[in-house]
C-alpha cells in the first residue's frame, strides 16, 4: 500500500508587532518516491515580485530575424537526423517540424517544434499544433526504437520560456532516447517492478485509485487521462496526468496524444490564470518490455519569465533537497478544477 504520509506543526516566534505567533509548516512524504517536502503556509503572505499579474511579452518577441526556429529559417538553420534514423532529415507532422537536438543531452536528443508561432503565451496554444507535436514526437521514438532497440529510456520535456530553462522563445519540445536511464528513470524502473511484483497492481493505477477515492486532489479528466494535484509537490503547483495501464509507445493511440495535449493545455490555462508564464513538463518513458510503468505526465510552475523575479528555487530546495511550497496541494487541485470542467 502506498503511505500518503504528513505532520503539521508549529514553529514559534515573535512578530515585529510584540505579538507571539504560530506558524504552521506541513512535512509530506512522497508516497512513490519517499523523499519529504514542506509547505510553509505562511509564505503565502510573502509578496512575490512579478506574479501579480501575467507578466507582458519579453521585448523581443516579435524578433524572429535570429530564431532558427521560425520556418524560413528551419532549413538552413538547424540540423538534420542521421540518414538511418530519417532519410529527409527531418520530420513533419502537421504544423510540427522534429530535428535533432544541435547540442545534445543523450545518443539521441531532439526537438520538436508546435507550428511556425514564434513567441505563443501559455495558455493560448491550439490543441491541434500540440497534438502534432506529441505525435511528431512519439514517431521519432518508434524510429529510435527500430534502429537501437537498447536505447529505451525515453522522455518527451518542455521547458516554457528561459525561466524553465529553455534557450530560445520559440516554443518547443524535447525528445530524448538513450542506452542509459537517467536519475528518475532508473528510480521508476526499480520502484515500478517492485510495486507490481509486490501487490499485484501497477505503481501509478494504485496511486490514482487512493487519489479518487480520497477526491481532495483529483481534478478531472481529459479523454482517458486522470489529472490531479501532487500529493508531495517537487515544484510549485505541480500537476500530474496519469494513463492507466498504458505502459509503452507501442499502447498509446493517437487519440491518447490528443488527450494529453488537451490536458497539457488546460494546466497551462490554470498556471495563466495565477499569472504565471513559465513551467516544465516531463513525460518519462521506458521501453524496456517491462509493462510496470504507466504513462505519467508532470508539470510544475517556474518563475516567471519577467524583470526582478527570483527563482523559485532556493538554498532549501538544492541544499537541503526539501521543495518548500507555499500552498496546499488541495487548494491547488479545488483552483484547477474549473479549467477542466469545459474541456474534458
Ligand atoms: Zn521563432
Redesign the pocket.
Known sequence: MLQFKKEKFHSRIVLPSGLPADRIIEIRTHPITGRTCRITYSRGEEREPGTEVLPAPPPFAED?ER?P??RTRIATHTPQLAPELCAKGRMIRGASTLFPNLFPYGRYSAVSLFDDG?FVEIGTAALQSYTDSFLNCRDYLLRVLSHDPVAVFMAITQNHLPSAGGSLL?PHLQVQADRIPANSQRFLQGRAAEYHRQSGVRLFSDYLQSERESGERYIGAAGSWQWLAAYAPEGFFEIWGILPAITSLRQATDDHWQDLARGVLNTQQFYRSLGRNGYNLGLLLLEDGSNDLELRVVLTVRSNYAPWVRSDFTGFEVMLGDMATFSAPEQTCEKARPFWQNHQ
Do not use: I
Open positions: 524572429r530564431c526556429f521560425c514564434h520559440h
